[in-house]
């Protein structure tokens, strides 16, 4: 089956901060998402990038489907940024486990 | 703004007992999910429905899982007998559009298994 794999594990970073998330995956997918889960555990869904580039306010994403990775990208970094952040692939070529997550990255974002 | 819920936010149980977790979905929505997350692991994917049937479900989803949409609102899972690997938390998600669309989570139901 597919892997996925998210980089860094852990960051910390200073408020204000930029920082680059990264998700690696094995084979070529459908679809590509990302979410974000609060320290509550509420889980976000950031974007649906499965190539090319969005953008929403400080936070941005880049999937190059080619080369089997995406990034998200946060800019000026804010305490409510903390948290974990997971990428989703949505892949075909199994008859089961057809939507995995990555492990997540997660952000400390300290005043 | 339209939101997901879930209920109950606890549930706890005795092994081999079945509980029903319940979701009430975005109302326009016509595709919806449920995922589950063990304790600091990743979110693992269940089950997606839509028109009123299974469209994908992964490993974990065994015969011990099954989701049903009873009425035009709610959307449950039922898990028959736990198991205390069962123990996680369980997000239901709905969205308009399938995968390709923005997913709307609700807040979770935690299930311990005792």
């Known amino acids: 089956g597919i892997q996925v794999e998210q980089s860094p594990p852990d960051l910390i970073l200073q408020e204000g901060a930029n920082s680059t998330l990264r998700c690696n995956f094995s084979?070529?997918?459908?679809?590509l998402q990302w979410f974000h889960q609060n320290p509550w555990g509420q889980l976000i869904n950031l974007f649906y990038?499965?190539?090319g580039t969005k953008q929403n306010g400080r936070l941005s994403a880049t999937t190059v489907a080619t080369e089997r990775y995406s990034l998200l990208y946060i800019s000026s970094s804010q305490t409510t940024d903390s948290g974990v952040y997971f990428c989703a692939v949505e892949y075909s070529k199994t008859s089961y486990d057809k939507v995995i997550f990555g492990p997540g990255t997660s952000l400390s974002v300290i005043p | 703004e339209p939101e997901v819920t879930q209920t109950p936010s606890h549930q706890v149980t005795q092994m081999g007992q079945e509980v029903i977790l319940r979701c009430v979905p975005i109302?326009?929505?016509?595709?919806f999910y449920w995922y589950r997350q063990i304790l600091g692991q990743k979110v693992e994917f269940l089950v997606s429905f839509y028109n009123n049937e299974i469209s994908e479900k992964s490993e974990i989803f065994d015969d011990q899982f099954s989701v049903e949409r009873p009425d035009g609102s709610n959307f449950t899972l039922k898990i028959r007998s736990t198991k205390l690997e069962d123990s996680a938390m369980y997000f239901c998600?709905?969205?308009?559009?399938?995968?390709?669309?923005?997913?709307?989570f609700g807040p979770g139901t935690r299930l311990t298994v005792l």
């Open positions: 998600a709905s969205t308009g559009r399938g995968f390709t669309d923005t997913q709307y």
């Open positions: 109302s326009n929505h016509l595709y």
């Open positions: 990038i499965p190539s």
């Open positions: 084979d070529s997918v459908n679809n």
